[in-house]
């Protein structure tokens, strides 16, 4: 697909040159799909590198990547006309943080997917309803003022949240791997390309396949960073590049990607109207049937979900650590069990007190990850032997975690006293009350 964007007309885009402003946008070619694709990868493994190997913590991952929208926004907003470092640059940021703020609904608020998709979907169509009523054109040839482009970029974060919450609900119906996964979106986006080649209204194939873009990259980047071999049920099995690794394969795809594209000015719609005939005035005969053809195909794919989500597979996680999944039902430990895992984290807080008196703080750090990391594996079966107990330990790990910054809002660690008095408290805890 190269140049789904709007209804055009040769008048639509004329009226686009001729104009004083410049627009804001690339032209939608082939570099367009790759880039984008590209980035949406991106999207996935750096938010889960940054969140999950360095142990940022979701919610201090998605206050960072905020405030840094925010800033590439500003810088975006800025530029008199389209630029490939700034855009793309934003694309990057805005695909993070678009993914953020759907796992904050699911892995902090407990949202259901199918939820989250509900209500991204109604205010994307909310967003496009507005901008219609307010420019009446939704196209992106024509983003040369300030409100289209706010609109354009307030579609653009619904569209990866929206992308984000559909994809992972699709993984929860169907269970399938990330290799398995990637040929959906692939063959849903070949459809949407061959109804927009037969007439189908460009607006409408863009978005559809912009929103598809997103679970294709991000089941590609988990296809890529998965483990060769699962280490339990259930654990998606890819490449086993890593996130960090896949990250940076990306980022420098992209990067050389725009560097090719600020230097040959391909996409830049000026450029590009020169050396390109005039766009052919859609035929509303072959749009009306092309709708048709976007309806038959929404039923095959709920019908392709139904069948999938049927079919025999894994259930829950029993690692925990799904985004997609429960955590499966533990047995009880044993007594013996019980009193070597209290015994583990009487000695994990110990050594944590001892590195925080001795100024280590960055492996004080690392000593409260792996308990925590720990606690979360072992919770089922804890919970299970006495719940009060282990409600009651979980409340003071929790403290402890904030003193340290991790999975908890606050983004400056607590002074090393303060760590110690709290670390003090929970190994107290775990010596004076017994599941």
């Known amino acids: ?38 980035c949406t990868t991106v999207g996935e493994s750096f938010a889960d590198y940054i969140n999950t190997t360095l142990g940022f913590g979701l919610t ?3 206050l960072l990547f905020t405030a840094i929208f925010a800033v590439v926004l500003t810088i975006q907003f800025r530029t008199r006309r389209y630029s490939p470092f700034p855009y793309w640059l934003t694309v990057v940021v805005v695909s993070v943080t678009g993914t953020l703020y759907t796992d904050m609904l699911t892995d902090q608020q407990n949202v259901p997917l199918r939820l989250s998709t509900t209500v991204f979907s109604v205010l994307l169509a909310l967003v496009f309803g507005v901008w219609w009523l307010r420019e009446r054109t939704l196209s992106i040839h024509s983003i040369t003022t300030f409100p289209r482009e706010a609109f354009y970029w307030l579609t653009v974060l619904v569209t990866f949240a929206l992308g984000t919450a559909t994809g992972d609900w699709t993984l929860e119906l169907t269970n399938w791997t990330p290799a398995k996964s990637v040929l959906l979106p692939l063959g849903l986006i070949a459809a949407v390309t061959g109804l927009w080649k037969s007439g189908a ?25 998965s483990p060769k071999t699962a ?23 992209i990067l050389a990607t725009v560097i090719y594209l ?18 052919v005035t859609t035929n509303p005969r072959k749009e009306r049937i092309a ?5 038959t195909l929404a039923v095959a794919t709920v019908a392709l979900l139904v069948w999938a989500h049927h ?29 070597a895992a209290v015994a583990k984290y009487e000695k994990l807080s110990q050594t944590a007190i001892t590195q925080d008196k001795a100024g280590s703080a960055a492996a004080s750090r690392a000593t409260v990850q792996k308990m925590r990391d720990d606690w979360d594996a072992d919770a089922t079966s804890l919970q299970a032997v006495n719940k009060a107990t282990w409600t009651l330990l979980d409340n003071q790990m929790d403290e402890v975690l904030k003193t340290y910054a991790i999975d908890h809002g606050n983004i400056k660690p607590a002074p090393a006293a303060e760590q110690e008095k709290q670390l003090k408290v929970l190994l107290g805890d775990f010596t004076g009350h017994h599941f």
């Not at 559809?208 to 890529?224: E, K, S, V």
């Open 262 to 279: 600020a230097l040959s000015r391909s996409d830049v719609a000026e450029t590009y109207e020169l050396t390109h005939e005039a766009p």
């Open 201 to 225: 209204n460009p607006v409408l194939s863009f978005w559809i396949a912009y929103i598809l873009t997103r679970p294709l990259g991000a089941n590609i980047g988990d296809w890529l960073a």
């Open 1 to 38: 697909m190269t140049t789904p964007t709007t209804p055009t007309t040769s008048a639509t885009r004329q009226g686009a040159a001729g104009s004083s402003a410049l627009n804001k946008v690339p032209e939608v070619t082939v570099w367009f799909w790759i880039i984008k694709i590209l």
């Open 291 to 295: 709708l048709g053809g976007f309806g």
């Open 60 to 62: 201090n991952t998605m």
């Open 311 to 339: 079919q025999p597979h894994v259930t829950c996680d029993p690692t925990g650590q799904s985004e997609t999944l429960p955590a499966c039902q533990k047995a009880a430990m044993t007594a013996g069990q019980t009193a």
């Open 231 to 253: 280490t339990s049920p259930g654990e998606p099995v890819g490449l086993g590049l890593g996130t960090f690794a896949t990250s940076l394969i990306f980022l420098s795809a």
